[in-house]
């Protein structure tokens, strides 16, 4: 026991212990829990310890076992002791605070990115109609009449018939025209023969009076007459006064016997022929033959032909050759009378 403590106090290689030191050592052992004694013996399990009086000293050697070191003042901190290992100066565990730390934020790189395209499907429309409110007025409506159709002749025929007989407008029934038509038309081939408009119109020639002369057989229903049959009606109607035909910027005179003078405007854009009484042929281009509207290119000057397209209203360039401005014009003849 005596060489127990004198480890504990005196460990190989160590300087030794202090008296509190010591008995902290053996404070462990000092509180074991164990049986005071044995039952069937009755002695003691354990002898008593020693206390920390009696190890003041050796009691073959009286001499103290441990030697009065000074004490040391501990830190403030509580050391951290093992009461079995032996160490020279306690241990102390210094807590370093804890940092929280964020963690290190990675920035991306920037990418400019274009917002995707959507495409709407194409989706046909109705225009939106704009209805305005319906207001009620107290005004009654006012009733418009409907436009009087233009009266006017369609047929040559008709047109001659009513200026032979003096008037402006057809008298005749419509259910009666188809057979009127085709009686006077039959009456007109056999009274008139190519040698009486050859005497009235001496610049026609025989070929030209043959086909006009075919023109008012008719015989096919849907062909439009010529303007010339009217040397044929002129010839067949001889108490018709006489007639200016007036086809645009251009009129012919047909004379006859009768003082009287009737003017007929042709409308071509509408198909129709009118009696009219107040047209001022003054400055209109007149021609003398409805079947040879110009003569020859080399019976005109440059200056007749620049003269006549201003009458006609025809564009003339300062540069104009004689030629080219009398096709122009002939064009321009042809296009109104046919």
Known sequence: MTEFLRELMYPSGAAGFSLDELYGRLKPFMYVPVLQQDLSTKEPLYKELPTKESLTKDSSTKEPLYKELPTKELPTKEPVSNPILPTKEPVHVVKEPVVKREPPVVKE????REPPVVKEPSVKREP??????????????IIVPPPTPQK???SILWCAYTVAHGGTELNIPLSLLAREERKIREDCLNR???AMVKQRFGFLTLSQIQSLLQEIQKTNKLAVESPATWYI???????MPTVQL?????????SSESPTTVQILYDKTRGIMRVVNDVNVSGLFQITNLLKPLNGVGSYTLLDLKQMAIQLELPVATSAKKTALYETIGDYIRTVIT
């Open 128 to 141: 939106v109609v704009k209805r305005e409110p319906s207001v009620e007025l107290s005004i009654p409506p």
């Open 192 to 194: 008139v023969s190519p």
């Open 109 to 112: 790189p920037s990418v400019k």
């Open 152 to 154: 006017g002749f369609t």
């Open 246 to 254: 007036v086809f645009g910027r251009t009129y012919i005179v047909i």
């Open 233 to 239: 009606w002129a010839v067949y109607y001889a108490t």
